[in-house]
């Protein structure tokens, strides 16, 4: 299902995320760092519109795709809409906002576009090492939604 194995990003807000650019298209021209906002970024993550992880440092990043749901302790996993077939993974700084939205074609983004079928997916993630973040998106049956009270955090496993 995945075109990709893995892949690096880089991040100035120590921020992962995942998401479908039409379903959070409404954020467009929020202002650029709307996402910061700890009750706006909840409000997406609890409807299903965003997958947005805190990590525990800016830095460059590698993450590994894995197409089954990994659940190890210190991981974080939510459940994501996906309607266009397009998902994009990177960093916090790439959501939409500021009148801008990532494209698939500019050179100037740290993440990468992946080709998924419409539907809702768990979006898994864990620490693999200190720089590497194995994710994994599966698809999983009813609503988008998520009951969060508190922002998600990638951390290492106790």
Known sequence: MFKLNAFTFGTD????????????SHRVDDSVDWWSLPEEELLEVNSGTAFICGLQSD????????????STS?????LLLVVSGLVYIG???DLPGGGR???????????????????VY????TIADISSIYL???????????????QLLLVDAP
């Open 13 to 24: 807000t120590a921020t992962l995320c995942v998401y479908d650019p039409a379903v959070i």
């Open 59 to 70: 830095g460059v990043y590698k993450v590994i795709l894995n197409s089954s749901a990994t």
């Open 74 to 78: 210190g991981g974080v996993s939510a």
């Open 91 to 93: 960093a916090g700084e």
């Open 101 to 119: 939205s990532p494209n698939p074609q500019s050179p100037l983004l740290s993440g990468r576009f992946l080709k998924l079928p419409s539907g």
């Open 122 to 125: 768990l979006v898994s993630a």
């Open 136 to 150: 994994s998106l599966s698809r999983s049956d009813g609503d988008a939604k998520n009951s969060f009270h508190s």
